[in-house]
């Protein structure tokens, strides 16, 4: 079992930043990689940022640029910085965590991130 537990989120004017974090517990042994997902109203919970075993960086084509993951092995906790924020990336952040074998997908509870205009 995993256990994820996100922070950071909250109130920001368009323009302005946020850090989150996930911290992670439990077998991580088992987890070959950890990442970003949001959901808006009305939309589908859809990938920001993955962060695989050896640091290699995926992210979404709406966040590029303007968003980074990072990790801190030593602490099994996972960031997102998000800068230049705009009003479309408000949403719930969800933390994921990836099972290898057999292949399963642990989440977090959720930290929702409100970009005014």
């Known amino acids: 079992q995993v256990q994820l537990v996100e922070s950071g989120g909250g109130l920001v004017q368009a323009g302005g930043s946020l850090r989150l974090s996930c911290a992670a517990s439990?077998?991580?042994?088992?987890?070959?990689?950890m990442g970003w997902y949001r959901q808006a109203p009305g939309n589908q919970r859809e990938l920001v940022a993955t962060i695989m075993d050896g640091g290699r960086t995926n992210y979404a084509d709406s966040v590029t640029g303007r968003f980074t993951i990072s990790r801190d092995s030593a602490k099994n906790t996972v960031y997102l910085q998000m800068n230049s924020l705009k009003p479309e990336d408000t949403a719930v952040y969800y933390c994921?965590?990836?099972?290898?074998?057999?292949?399963?997908?642990?989440w977090g509870q959720g930290t929702q991130v409100t970009v005014s205009s």
């Open positions: 994921d965590a990836e099972r290898r074998l057999p292949r399963y997908t642990y």
């Open positions: 439990g077998s991580m042994f088992s987890i070959n990689a």
